[in-house]
């Protein structure tokens, strides 16, 4: 079964998060995708996402969107996963990338650039951009933030109790064991080169940026057709910082979450239990009529509360 057949409604005591609930199979493109940014994450991607808006697209997909804004796109991207890298059900197609992303004109960071060819062809008519930034710092940064996530022992347990965490973790272990060979911390740098080359070899030249963030809108409105925006520095969304901090805040939010849930579900328990027990007592009263006195049947409440 596909794991995006496996989709369930947001519970309504998760009321901790403000995540939205798409089920992407139900959707369809609604405006044309224009760009793909096939850097790797942790290369800019939240700057370039920041600036990408401000230039007046409508949204980027990043990792964010099923992180902590739409955990059930984590589903579609888990079939997209196993069907590259296991050869378990059908490669995704335009169609496919359609219902996904449709409501993205660009696309940026992971899981996205595992599909960077399969993306070059899904859309030939889209400009490609490639963030880059020097391999070592790279690597040092992915390794304390988003490696560090996928290494996170509270996140993993969440995975077994909360909505979106049982969505969101195994598509980020997956993308993390397949992507960058099982063994991020001594083949990520080896993984990284490879990606840039995959990629200048599979886009022309002239529908290529290779880009830095720091070199700011120049390079990439030239490369867009679009104006530089005036007294607006570059966006730097620099959340190497806080990133930890953050994601444990949401675990804690979702744990939150889980105990709600399942107060609510104890409490409803206990009140179906005690609704089956006066029912069955009342019926039985029923059934006795004349047989008990108006004392009994009181004292018989009683005992029962």
Known sequence: MAYSAKYTPRPFTDVFTSDTDINRRECTR?????????????????????????????????????????????LMWMDALTAKYDGVGKKFTREDWDQLLGNAQAVCDWPSIAFAKELIEAYPEAKVVLTNRDVHTWHASTMKTVYWRVTDPELRWLSHFDWAASMYQPMLQKFFDTFFKGDFPNKGKEVFLEHYEEVRSLVPKDRLLEYKVTEGWEPLCEFLGEPVPKDSPFPNVNDNS????????????????????????????????????????????????????????????????
């Not at 609604?30 to 007046?56: D, W, Y």
């Not at 930890?244 to 709600?260: D, E, G, H, K, P």
């Open 242 to 305: 806080d990133f930890v901090t953050r994601s444990r805040r949401r675990n804690r939010n979702q744990m939150y979450n889980c105990l709600l849930r399942y107060a609510f579900n104890t409490s409803a328990a206990v009140l179906s239990g005690l609704a089956v027990y006066h029912g069955a007592v009342y019926l039985d009263l029923v059934d006795a009529k004349s047989s008990f006195s108006p004392a009994t049947i009181a004292s018989l409440f009683r005992g029962s509360s």
């Open 30 to 74: 609604k405006v044309p995708m224009k760009v793909l940014i096939l850097g790797l994450g942790r290369t800019g991607t939240a700057s370039m996402r920041a600036a990408m808006k401000q230039l007046g697209y409508v949204d980027t997909y990043h990792m964010m969107n099923c992180s902590i804004e739409n955990p059930p796109d984590a």
